[in-house]
């Protein structure tokens, strides 16, 4: 029988030989627990559609990111009020 930490240690990022290589592993994390077990049958596993998705999420979030003005980053990593953001628009 597989214990609580057994569970918690033996699905961490390092131990998952698909994520090894992965360029995005360290934003994403590997997958939900529940739906690499659901969809591949181990909580290691993560589906591939769950891989090709997140890689492509996290590919346009960084785009757009460097694509934002030093104001903008500011403004979106101090939580200030977006709504001024959106109302100012992209001045660039
Ligand atoms: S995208 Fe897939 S391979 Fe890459 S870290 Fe996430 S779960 Fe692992």
């Known amino acids: ?15 998952r030989l698909n994520c090894t ?3 995005a592993k360290n934003l994403c994390g590997g997958g939900c627990h529940h ?8 909580v290691t596993t993560p589906p591939i559609h769950y891989c090709i998705l997140t ?20 403004i979106l990593l101090e939580k200030k009020n977006m ?4 109302k100012n628009g992209n001045q660039n």
């Open 35 to 42: 739906e690499n077990l659901d969809l591949t049958g181990k």
């Open 1 to 15: 029988m597989i214990s609580k930490s057994d569970f918690l240690v033996e699905p961490h990022i390092s131990n």
């Open 55 to 74: 890689q492509k999420q996290l590919e346009a979030t960084l785009y757009l990111y460097l694509r934002l003005t030093e104001e903008q980053r500011e």
């Open 21 to 23: 290589n992965c360029w």
């Open 83 to 86: 709504k001024e953001l959106v």
